[in-house]
């Protein structure tokens, strides 16, 4: 087997409980290949909406690598009252942005919500 192929648990989208990695959340399993597998704990969730088209598409199964923090110009999973969306995150004057990349949605603060990861990589359908 390719030690470069990571199986991940793949959560559901919407109505999680706490916490993020628990058992209720996991609807399946995702296989996938990275070229450098991060240390630390990692998972996946798809894409349920189109704010990151064209970066990233709707329905795409994303690898989301577990931290709390994400550099500028990173794309992140960010918990939304209990829902999982994906942003690219923009740090200005000390304060944290959601940045859709489709211009239809509006840039919000991030504010109460939670970053639960960074977004390494994601597997669309051609």
Do not use: C
């Not at 009252?81 to 859709?100: H, S």
Request: aromatic share 4%; net charge negative; charged share 20%.
């Amino acid at each position: 087997m390719n030690e470069n192929i990571v199986k991940t648990i793949l959560l559901k989208n919407e109505n999680l409980v706490s916490p993020i990695l628990s058992t209720d959340n996991v609807i399946g399993h995702v296989s996938t290949y990275l070229e450098e597998i991060p240390n630390g704990t990692l998972f996946s969730a798809k894409n349920s909406n189109d704010p990151m088209e064209p970066r990233i598409p709707n329905g795409a199964t994303i690898m989301i690598h577990e931290q709390e923090q994400v550099d500028s110009n990173e794309a992140a999973a960010i918990l939304v009252n209990q829902d999982i969306k994906f942003r690219r995150i923009e740090k200005i004057a000390g304060t944290t942005w959601l940045i859709p990349e489709n211009s239809k949605y509006k840039p919000q603060i991030l504010g109460e919500n939670q970053i639960i990861g960074k977004a390494i990589n994601y597997v669309g359908t051609l």
